[in-house]
């Protein structure tokens, strides 16, 4: 069973930078490996609805954004290590929240496997 | 962006009721749309891709339905477990987008 670990969370002042990290693992069982799919960043403020953040590609090479973030984020993985990245830089108040990395099913662009969050807290 | 409009944005039904929600895209999203549950202190899980199709291992009183802008959800025999947040999201285009969510509570 696929499972995604993220890291990285803490509690930073606005305008400093902080990255964090998703690990994968338990893909090998049916044949299938990181690089096989895309992966986001979904953010949610405790006690308020889903954001989308970003995607990236099964190679990296193709990343999207909200525009929220454009400029001061920026998603990545390295396949070779089984991880996703979100670099986040300039941090706002309105950062703050609960960051989920997931999995997209390849074929449907659903998200259909999902991280417990790792919490980031901008707050001065 | 695509706006996504859920409704009722709460309800309150009773265990073996017919429980529906609506999500209402602001432009044409074909099938591109996926049901998720969110219990407190959880990842969100999910139920319905591609506006239809059962995800693996989830109850089969769930169901999607629709195509273009207008999508609903349907629980055809609400069950105490089913008490949870309910969101809609579209994987047309990016920036891809959730609805606002529907809390489901049981009376």
């Known amino acids: 069973e696929v499972q995604l670990v993220e890291s990285g969370g803490v509690v930073v002042q606005p305008g400093e930078s902080l990255r964090l990290s998703c690990e994968a693992s338990?893909?090998?069982?049916?044949?299938?490996?990181?690089?096989?799919?895309?992966m986001h960043w979904v953010r949610q403020v405790p006690g308020k609805g889903l954001e989308w953040v970003s995607l990236i590609s099964w190679d990296g090479d193709s990343t999207y954004y909200v525009d929220s973030v454009k400029g001061r984020f920026t998603i990545s993985r390295d396949n070779s290590k089984n991880s996703l990245y979100l670099q986040m830089n300039s941090l706002k108040t309105e950062d703050s929240g609960l960051y989920f990395c997931?999995?997209?099913?390849?074929?449907?662009?659903?998200?259909?496997?999902w991280g417990q969050g790792t919490m980031v807290t901008v707050s001065s | 962006d695509i706006q996504m409009t859920q409704s009722p944005s709460s309800l309150s039904a009773s265990v073996g009721d017919r429980v529906t929600i609506t999500c209402r895209a602001s432009q044409s999203i074909s099938s591109y749309l996926n049901w998720y549950q969110q219990k407190p202190g959880k990842a969100p899980k999910l139920l319905i891709y591609?506006?239809?199709y059962l995800q693996s291992g989830v109850p089969s009183r769930f169901s999607g339905s629709g195509s273009g802008t207008d999508f609903t959800l349907t629980i055809s025999s609400l069950q105490p477990e089913d008490s949870a947040t309910y969101y809609c999201?579209?994987?047309?285009?990016?920036?891809?987008?959730f609805g606002g969510g529907t809390k489901v509570e049981i009376k």
């Open positions: 591609a506006a239809s």
């Open positions: 999201q579209q994987s047309y285009s990016s920036p891809q987008t």
């Open positions: 338990g893909f090998t069982f049916d044949g299938f490996t990181f690089d096989d799919y895309p």
């Open positions: 997931a999995k997209e099913n390849s074929g449907n662009s659903a998200l259909d496997v």
